[in-house]
Nanobody
Framework: QVTLVESGGGLVQAGGSLRLSCAAS????????GRWYRQAPGKERELVAS????????YYGDSVKGRFTISRDNAKNTVYLQMNSLKPEDAAIYFCYVAVGGLDYWGQGTQVTVSS
């Protein structure tokens, strides 16, 4: 059984930083691409960042380029999202996602709130 558990969200002032973690079980994260999405109230879910299974490439949405960094610790089977210079518009629920064998796996989400 594959499970993804996010943590690290919270309340931060604009300009601050947070690091989100996505701990995986039931799969080896180094073998698959990992993604972070976010969804703000009334908005569609948005792809924030992605990292390939072999760490060859990463992708960032235009709104977070230069501020967010996705990474992976294979020993801890965890994918991270380091978020710096946070803005009020970054406030959302953040979800991690992995596709395995044609199946989609999502975490439960972690709330990020940014005060101005």
């Amino acid at each position: 059984q594959v499970t993804l558990v996010e943590s690290g969200g919270g309340l931060v002032q604009a300009g601050g930083s947070l690091r989100l973690s996505c701990a995986a079980s039931g799969l080896t994260v180094s073998s698959y691409a990992g993604r972070w999405y976010r969804q703000a109230p009334g908005k569609e879910r948005e792809l924030v960042a992605s990292i390939s299974g072999n760490n060859v490439w990463t992708y960032y949405g235009d709104s977070v380029k230069g501020r967010f960094t996705i990474s992976r610790d294979n020993a801890k089977n965890t994918v991270y999202l380091q978020m710096n210079s946070l803005k009020p518009e970054d406030a959302a629920i953040y979800f991690c996602y992995v596709a395995v064998g044609g199946l989609d796996y999502w975490g439960q989400g972690t709330q990020v709130t940014v005060s101005s």
